[in-house]
Nanobody, 114 residues
């Protein structure tokens, strides 16, 4: 069992940056995959970025080159650095941990608007 708490969301202008954090209630050292998903109004939840226990990463095509996922196993935290934000990045962002099954955080709102 693992509880996940996201933070760092907010309102930002187009072209701006935000850094999301996901704090886990236990060690993430052996958690197979940590990921960020997002869900915009009226749309399905989609994978944004994922990082394996070995450090391999993959990104949605729409965020590649702008977003960076990282994990700090000592602090049990996963980060999502988001740069060059666009209005279409507006969504609720969810942290996900996959270890035998999926665990989800409560989500944090990111709004990109002028």
């Amino acid at each position: 069992q693992v509880q996940l708490v996201e933070s760092g969301g907010g309102l930002v202008q187009p072209g701006g940056s935000l850094r999301l954090s996901c704090a886990a209630s236990r060690s993430i050292f052996n958690i197979q995959t940590m990921a960020w998903y997002r869900q915009a109004p009226g749309k399905q939840r989609e994978l944004v970025a994922a990082i394996s226990s070995g450090g391999s990463t993959n990104y949605a095509g729409s965020v590649k080159g702008r977003f960076t996922i990282s994990r700090d196993n000592l602090k049990n935290t996963v980060f999502l650095q988001m740069n060059s934000l666009k209005p279409e990045d507006t969504a609720v962002y969810y942290c996900n941990a996959y270890h035998l099954r999926d665990f989800w955080g409560q989500g944090t709102q990111v709004t990109v608007s002028s």
